[in-house]
């Protein structure tokens, strides 16, 4: 077999195009997120703690700048986007999984005799504590 031929058979594997996929699923879905946290809910923490940006907050030793303003935006951010990941994404498809997964309840093993009311195999045609018949 050609080295053509290995390559193609290569790329058209199911794992290969399922992997590619989701890399461009997943870009596209990280950019709407982004987009979320920037737009919608870091200005809403803005208004609420009337500081849009903590970018200027720096000290100086010896020289040296620490950003440490730009450490709590980014910090922020992360948790921003694991929040808004949790409750829109994660939330969500465990609640679809959830049910999608329950099962009908299996059909009964047992029935109640009606003469002495104990239970018996549903494929029983008489009591075996009183003897009666059962239908």
Do not use: W
């Not at 809910?41 to 950003?67: E, Q």
């Not at 808004?84 to 609640?95: E, G, R, Y």
């Amino acid at each position: 077999m050609s080295i053509f031929k290995e390559f193609k058979s290569f790329l058209l594997r199911g794992n290969v195009v399922d992997l590619a996929v989701g890399v461009v699923i997943g870009a596209s879905f990280g950019s709407v997120v982004t987009a979320l946290v920037a737009d919608i809910l870091t200005p809403l923490i803005a208004a609420v703690a009337k500081v849009p940006d903590f970018g200027g907050l720096v000290f100086t030793i010896n020289g040296s700048k620490f950003m440490y303003g730009h450490f709590i935006n980014t910090l922020i951010s992360f948790l921003l986007v694991a929040t808004a990941i949790f409750f829109f994404v994660i939330k969500p498809i465990n609640l679809l999984i959830s049910r999608a997964r329950k099962e009908p309840p299996a059909d009964p093993t047992t029935k109640k005799c009606l003469e002495c009311l104990s239970e018996i195999p549903v494929q029983a045609k008489r009591c075996y504590h009183c003897a009666q018949a059962v239908v």
